[in-house]
């Protein structure tokens, strides 16, 4: 099995930084796309951020120039640098991951973490 742990959430003040970590771990053939969503109470969960096993990255717009993702590949690690938050970036943050698992090489499946509350204080 398969479990994602993540880490570093908390509470901040606007302007403020956190830095997210999610750790894949278990029986693990391969890692493509590595994700953070976000869901805020009554709405649906969206993407934040996600990178490939190449490095290639995208974001929601409203993130854009705030928040950066990383991944270390060794370590089946993702990151997510939160920069100059906003009180609208508080929700529960949930880290993604396609994962491939024996015997199924070819076969990806998404896999979440349990979620991490971030909270911006205005």
């Known amino acids: 099995q398969v479990q994602l742990v993540e880490s570093g959430g908390g509470l901040v003040q606007a302007g403020g930084s956190l830095r997210l970590s999610c750790a894949a771990s278990?029986?693990?053939?391969?890692?493509?796309?590595m994700g953070w969503y976000r869901q805020s109470p009554g709405k649906q969960r969206d993407l934040v951020a996600a990178?490939?096993?190449?490095?290639?990255?995208r974001y929601a717009d409203s993130v854009k120039g705030r928040f950066t993702i990383s991944r270390d590949n060794a370590k089946n690690t993702v990151y997510l640098q939160m920069n100059s938050l906003k009180p609208e970036d508080t929700a529960v943050y949930y880290c993604?991951?396609?994962?491939?698992?024996?015997?199924?090489?070819?076969?990806?499946?998404?896999?979440w973490g349990q979620g991490t509350q971030v909270t911006v204080s205005s």
């Open positions: 990178i490939t096993g190449y490095g290639s990255s």
């Open positions: 278990g029986n693990i053939i391969s890692i493509a796309s």
């Open positions: 993604n991951a396609e994962i491939s698992t024996p015997p199924h090489t070819l076969v990806l499946a998404d896999y």
